[in-house]
């Protein structure tokens, strides 16, 4: 008898001493994050890329000059915060930068050089909404595909074409740089990691639209044109895959 009322205790212990580090080893889910991210991306600067073309075509190409390549992919840096105000839906608010620039370098002479470069920057401001699907658990992983969206607006943009030159008289160095600010919009589709720590992996397929209209010249302050006449647009949109590392608070 007094065997049997001590194994009792002894296997509820055993239970308990199995459970606590199953407890412990789940998947943590915070409502709080902060996401650092990594964005390959496609840049159209379509209007832009028309100001190079018409660049190559008419200086550089009829002296037999290698032409200025075209801007079309770049990286784009976001830092954002997330948090879930239900357990299937997240508000977002974020920050990120995108630089992207072509360049070529000419050596006409000896201790001559000259340099042309056409280089874009946009400070894309972000704020949203994602909904979360079902979770797939799996021991102490849990992974939940969502999908987003929200507005953007991109500040700080800068689209310029430069010629620097080093020892050739008269100097033909110049710069030309257009600005403004505009509105947009981003929408995202992919799936947020969760593992048995503060840190989680979201990866997702990014597209966002981000137009900036009539380019201000920085200089003389009047409205710059492309090639055909019209009002130069900077497109600074594109499709991407986002790649980021988010810690929990």
Known sequence: MRIRHAVVPLVLMLAVAVRVPAAFSAAEVHRFNIALSAVPTQVSASNFNDVIVFLNRNALEPRGLEPL??????????????????????VSFG??????????????????SIDIQAA???????????????????????????FGGGFS??????ASIEVLASGITPD??????????GPGYYAEFGAHM??????????????RDNKVRNLIDESSGQRMLDPTGHPLTLD??????????AIGL
Do not use: C
């Open 69 to 90: 390549k075209k801007i079309q992919f770049s990286w784009l840096f976001d830092a954002e915060m997330r948090y879930f105000v239900r357990q299937n839906v997240a």
């Open 95 to 112: 920050v990120s930068q995108l630089k992207a620039k072509s360049k070529q370098t000419y050596l006409p002479g000896i201790g001559q």
């Open 120 to 146: 874009i920057t946009s400070v894309p401001v972000h704020a949203g909404v994602a909904y979360y699907l079902a979770a797939f658990n799996q021991g102490d992983f849990q992974a939940r595909a969502y």
């Open 153 to 158: 607006s991109v500040v700080y943009n800068r």
């Open 172 to 181: 033909p160095s110049t710069r030309q740089t257009g600005t403004n600010d």
């Open 194 to 207: 969760f593992f048995a720590s503060r840190y989680s992996v979201m990866l997702s397929a990014l597209y």
């Open 236 to 245: 600074v949109g594109g499709a991407g895959f986002r790649m980021a590392f």
